[in-house]
């Protein structure tokens, strides 16, 4: 079973519907991240989380919210999707430590398409 | 400009060859420094980290020039199985903050 799962791994909506993403990981790690890829760009970092009790927002927060249910389990939300939010998502995991030592290991992704 | 940046490619090369990839940084103060690889469609997975003595993990050899602000990637002999975009990623202000350079893809051709 792979150690990082997403669920839906492909989603059609409407814009102004409200979706949710899930993520859960069986690797023990604390901390959890999502993140959205856009052809030609980067990953950018939408959240994060080092623990149940910690969410921080990263570059592109706006538009998106998100729940840390357990520490295996985040989830991120698109309160009204909106077409430009159409991206294929990653959820990550690391275990924290120094910095060579902070390894993500991403889901399979989550393509989600905003009619 | 760009945190992270690659030339986003495509190189073709046929298999055997030498390539090498290179990708420049703006954050002076960045630490940790890796190579990620991404299969189309699939979720990027980490293919070396990036130490500042350079580091080679069989084929391929990573180096870093903290000076001018580059980070390099040298694969040899390549493979079919090479064929996938290669991500430079780069830490920001702190150590869990990844920054991802766009990708450069390589094409192994038979």
Known sequence: ?115 | RKEVEQDPGPFNVPEGATVAFNCTYSNSASQSFFWYRQDCRKEPKLLMSVYSSGNEDGRFTAQLNRASQYISLLIRDSKLSDSATYLCVVNGDSSYKLIFGSGTRLLVRP
Not at chain 1, 27 to 55: N, T
Not at chain 1, 60 to 68: A, L, P, Q, T
Not at chain 1, 100 to 111: A, K, L, S
């Open chain 1, 1 to 115: 079973d792979a150690d990082v799962t997403q669920t839906p791994r492909n989603r059609i909506t409407k814009t102004g519907k409200r979706i949710m993403l899930e993520c859960s990981q069986t690797k023990g790690h604390d901390r959890m991240y999502w993140y959205r890829q856009d052809p030609g760009l980067g990953l950018r970092l939408i959240y994060y989380s080092f623990d149940v009790k910690d969410i921080n927002k990263g570059e592109i927060s706006d538009g998106y919210s998100v729940s840390r249910q357990a520490q295996a389990k985040f989830s991120l939300s698109l309160e009204s999707a909106i077409p430009n939010q159409t991206a294929l998502y990653f959820c990550a995991t690391s275990a924290g430590g120094g910095p060579h030592t902070d390894t993500q290991y991403f889901g399979p992704g989550t393509r989600l398409t905003v009619l």
